[in-house]
């Protein structure tokens, strides 16, 4: 067949600069400076705007066509699953409650990025960062309400994942991801693009998506791994613009290099904190496991972000020195997460439970230095009184750190055995944090992190009740009174796996699945 | 030397996309997993369109790899004849 | 170090003694014993006796595990900020100098935990 590629009048970069540059102009009614306030209060300094290179050169028509049409097959695949209850293709109905951490820990997260992208593309006065801040803006706002209709199938049928919005504004765990996040949208649009553009999008995102998105797939999820693969893309060019924003403002003027330095090693600390969450998640909370997430870590960071740092020290970049205690790190958080959970689980809006013989197992011979040596003895333990009917609640609400929200489950990196307690003193108040990464953030912006609304501290305040709770009265139960003032539905968002209406209901349908009944 | 990688979703779409880039990098491996497949390569990568159309037999958009792409690593340069991963470093 | 902000950044702290109704923070952790996965808060009226945080306020929070019934506080040893610090039992916490987020560290020498594994 005679085949001849049409000859394009414009190619694609020359077609992308007539479609987005030289269309704007420099105001006239009012200086520049004002019509950008946050254009330079954070110490950033740029002298060419047009410098800005973008990667992916979409212009709208192409940007709505692609778009378009991950939506049609999403939308396709979401109602099939929903249509031919593709739930009961799901491993085992323990996996749901991975996806009730994601809908109320990372769908309201995709909704705040749109926020901030829109707000940085808002003040930045350069052409080329604020399309791609519009693009990513947009593409946040799709994800969030992608993730919501994915997971509204689930709602149906199973329990947590009735009050998203509500939970994460309040439940404990859950202001570990959302402070994060009020942290980066309350700095200006340069930190917000390192924070989110650059440590959020490209250091770290493989460690966020890849793992939930794998989890789904081995675990027979088809709605969440067709949303995954529908967004993945989008998180493509959102890698690409963080990298570009680093390149771009450390090309601009040298003066940017500490700023952009202090700023990468506090928000890749902070985000690697938040993965906490997603360490456990893999090694525990996932009946058909993809990796463990030493593994992740060692792929995803060791190697990628390897190569990544040694490419920008080329301006003088380090890799920021708190990471290297991930790598003593990531044999022990998993375990100490999900430890944490099972001990709270009466105040968690999604199951917990312990592992069987198998899965210690996997978990001895994916992390042969701590595994049996720190945490089986604890989990055989936990797992015997249960079965005895003693299975282990705390009763008593956990210390947290002031910086990153998780309580202090963190150890030494040299003494796995021992919890690293930090404290800082500002303006005559005592605070605690976790470790060195999280007191360096604290004493580098205590006037920031003085207000945090830690939730510990808010139940303690009163602050965590139904309005009109009367805690005076006789019989009084504070910890009922947080739990209903979360608006969890009591004995069946939260406790174990076993028993749970989540277990029963699975079974029952599946069985009714595979049977003439 | 740094890897780059890039990673797309297993389907009908990325098998010629898959087969081109093999073939056009050999130092490069694919590497698949339920649902997705990456293909790491030492210090540079590139996605020729011409390989593409040569074995799906139409004119092919670089851009419609957005449809399937998960992930990558590198600095990216597109134009519209091929896409290339690199490390600088 | 400054918070870079547009106008002067000045916030009171959202935990100060004041907002905690006559009550005052104090973190308790448990040396060795990791199966409580962090330290526990607690927030306690100033007048409160040493001797009551140990027999009553401590247990509630840690006799799940098989070595509290083997604590001595007599020759339990504690940390406050991380320095050797010695409790008077028939002090309250104010009369004692412990102020609004003290910490404090229980150290039971020969309790290794589950299977002297730390736990």
């Known amino acids: 067949m005679d085949m001849h590629a049409t000859k394009k009048k414009l190619g694609i970069k020359e077609k992308y600069a007539h479609m987005t540059r030289g269309l704007d102009w420099e105001t006239s009614y009012q200086p520049m400076e004002k019509v950008f306030p946050q254009a330079t209060f954070e110490g950033i300094k740029i002298h060419d705007w047009d410098k800005w290179e973008d990667p992916f050169r979409l212009t709208m028509d192409s940007y709505w066509k692609y778009q378009a049409e991950k939506e049609r097959k999403l939308y396709a695949v979401l109602d099939a699953f929903a249509q031919n209850n593709g739930h009961l293709g799901l491993t085992d109905a323990r996996y749901l409650n991975a996806i009730k951490l994601f809908l109320t820990g990372i769908s309201p997260l995709e909704y705040v990025a749109h926020r901030g992208f829109a707000a940085a593309g808002r003040n930045f006065p350069g052409v080329g960062p604020r399309v791609a801040c519009l693009m990513q803006s947009v593409d946040e706002m799709r994800h969030a309400q992608t993730q919501i209709h994915a ?367 | 030397m740094s890897k780059v990688f890039i990673a797309f979703q297993c389907n009908e779409d990325t098998r010629p996309i898959v087969e081109a880039v093999l073939a056009d990098n050999p130092h490069a491996e694919a590497i698949e997993s339920p649902a997705m497949v990456k293909i790491d390569a030492e210090g540079s990568l590139v996605i020729k369109r011409e390989s593409i159309e040569e074995l799906i037999g139409r004119t092919f958009d670089l851009q419609e790899l957005q449809m399937s792409l998960i992930t990558l690593s590198g600095h990216l340069d597109e134009d519209d004849d091929q896409f290339k991963l690199s490390w600088l470093n | 170090m400054a918070v870079q902000a547009l106008k002067d950044y000045d916030f009171p702290p959202a935990d100060s003694q004041d907002k905690f109704h006559g009550g005052q923070l104090l973190y308790v952790g448990w040396d060795d014993h990791l199966m409580f996965c962090a330290p526990f808060a607690y927030c306690l009226p100033p007048g409160t006796l040493f001797s009551d945080v140990c027999e009553r306020i401590l247990p509630n929070s840690f006799a799940y595990h098989p070595d509290w019934a083997k604590v001595d506080f007599k020759t339990a040893t504690w940390l406050k900020s991380g320095k050797p610090w010695r409790p008077e039992m028939n002090k309250t916490l104010a009369e004692q100098g412990l102020r609004h987020k003290d910490v404090l560290r229980l150290k039971t020498p020969g309790l290794m935990g589950i299977a002297g594994s730390g736990s």
């Open chain 1, 151 to 517: 997971l509204s199938n689930y709602n149906k049928h199973y329990d947590g994942f009735h009050d998203f919005k509500h939970m994460l504004e309040r439940v404990w765990y859950l202001s570990v991801p959302k402070s994060f996040f009020d942290d980066a949208f309350s700095a200006g649009p340069f930190e917000w693009m390192i924070a989110i553009g650059f440590s959020f999008e490209y250091v770290l995102t493989n460690l966020l998506f890849v793992p939930f998105m794998s989890g789904a797939a081995y675990n027979g999820d088809m709605a969440t791994v067709t949303f995954g693969f529908s967004a993945q893309s989008d998180e493509a060019r959102h890698m690409t613009l963080g990298l570009e924003c680093i390149k771009f403002m450390l090309e601009q003027d040298p003066d940017n290099l500490p700023i952009v330095q202090k700023w990468i090693d506090k928000w890749a600390w902070r985000g690697v904190r938040v993965l906490t969450l997603v360490a456990m998640m893999m090694d525990y909370m996932l009946p058909k496991r993809v990796m463990s997430w030493k593994e992740a870590w060692e792929i995803y960071f060791e190697q990628n972000g390897g190569a990544l740092f040694a490419d920008l020290a080329r301006y003088g970049i380090t890799m920021p020195e708190c990471l290297k205690q991930c790598s003593i790190d990531k044999e022990h958080i998993g375990h100490q997460a999900w430890a944490t959970f099972y001990q709270y689980g009466g105040a968690a809006a999604f199951h917990t439970w312990m592992p069987s013989d198998d899965e210690m197992d996997w978990l001895s011979s994916k992390y042969p230095n701590t595994f049996d040596k720190y945490y089986r003895a604890r989990f055989t333990h936990w797992r015997n009184e249960a079965e005895k009917g003693n299975r282990f609640y705390t009763n008593t609400l956990p210390m947290l750190c002031q910086v990153c929200q998780i309580p202090m489950l963190f150890t030494e990196p040299d003494d796995p055995t021992t919890i690293c307690y930090r404290e800082s003193e500002y303006d005559g108040e005592k605070y605690h944090t976790c470790s060195d990464g999280c007191k360096h953030i604290f004493d580098d912006e205590p006037q920031k992190y003085i207000q945090a609304w830690l939730p510990v501290h808010q139940i303690y305040q009163g602050n965590c009740f139904p309005e009109g709770t009367d805690p005076t009265v006789e019989g009084f139960d504070p910890l009922a009174k947080v739990l209903e003032y979360y608006h969890f539905d009591m004995g069946n968002d939260n406790l174990d796996f076993e028993g749970s209406r989540d277990q029963a209901n699975f079974a029952a349908w599946r069985g009714m699945a595979t049977k003439n009944t």
